[in-house]
């Protein structure tokens, strides 16, 4: 006999459909007028406070940020920093759960809470700043990358993940002969795929994010990575003289040149989620406490 399902059932579905489906709109309506602005005209953007579809579209404020080969110089050391960093920090995090996930490790408790003391306390800006400067890591990218190598929150979704696989599994490898490395290169990072996609991800919008820091560290303009170039961009566009960028061209509306913006430091990483969708929830929970 079917179970019946009753009205009471029916609409509470009904309306949280209705409720998420607007949560879903209120979320997705920004991203639409962002990009619906950044190909609008001037007279359009003059005329519309809030415009989600620009009923003539326009390449001007694209053409602007294009207009110089220095955005494609920043665009490849962005790549050049996220892929290196993401595969240097996913290489020290890995290495680094696993030991700390070995119930065996004597110490273990002792860099457990070094570790988590990190995420309550930092040196601060300045103490950081001596440490590059002092270690030669000055205008260089390597300081982008060496100070934020590992991340403390990430490492430990990673050691807990590595916690909940049966011991089982390293018993027997270690039966037929197979040393630690061996374990986690062969066994334990296969069947690790989803948590580790999962954490490079977290990686890769870090590094590709990285604003401050190059700031700070990086006084030659050849070595910035698109989000300090684009932001430089945004103040020539809104009128502000600053000598250490070369565009020529008249700028177009300051507003359609700071969402031609978003779009372009936002269009790469939004390139890459979907290939980490599938893996991206089954991760993160799976290096939770089970119940």
């Known amino acids: 006999m079917l179970n019946r399902v009753s009205i009471g059932s029916k609409i509470f579905d009904i309306v949280n459909y209705i409720l998420l489906g607007l949560i879903a709109l209120v979320m997705f309506l920004p991203f639409i007028h962002v990009v619906g602005s950044s190909f609008a005209t001037s007279a359009e953007i003059a005329e519309k406070s809030f415009l989600l579809f620009p009923t003539e579209f326009s390449l001007d404020a694209y053409r602007y940020i294009f207009s110089t080969d220095t955005i494609f110089r920043a665009l490849l050391v962005s790549i050049m920093v996220t892929v290196g960093g993401t595969l240097w920090s996913m290489f020290l995090s890995t290495l680094t759960a696993y030991g700390l996930s070995r119930r065996d490790l004597a110490g273990r408790k002792y860099f457990n809470f070094l570790i988590v003391f990190t995420m309550l306390f930092s040196g601060g800006m300045i103490p950081t700043f001596l440490v590059v400067e002092q270690t030669g890591l000055l205008n260089s990218l390597w300081a982008l990358i060496i100070p934020v190598s590992i991340n403390a929150f990430n490492m430990i ?22 040393n630690d490395f061996s374990i986690l290169f062969r066994i334990v990072i296969p069947l690790s795929l989803p948590a580790i996609a999962t954490i490079s991800l977290f990686y890769a919008v870090t590094y590709w994010n990285t604003y401050m820091h190059a700031i700070l560290y990086l006084s030659d303009a050849a070595k910035w990575p698109v989000q300090v170039l684009l932001r430089q961009i945004v103040v020539l566009a809104s009128g502000i003289n600053y000598d250490g960028a070369a565009f020529t061209d008249v700028p177009p509306p300051e507003v359609t040149v700071k969402m031609a913006t978003i779009v372009v430091a936002t269009v790469p990483v939004l390139l890459v989620y979907p290939f980490l969708q599938k893996y991206f929830t089954k991760g993160a929970l799976l290096g939770s406490v089970k119940g």
């Open 157 to 178: 979704i990673l050691r807990s993940f590595f916690m909940n696989l049966p011991a089982g599994l390293e018993e027997s490898a270690k039966i037929d002969g197979a």
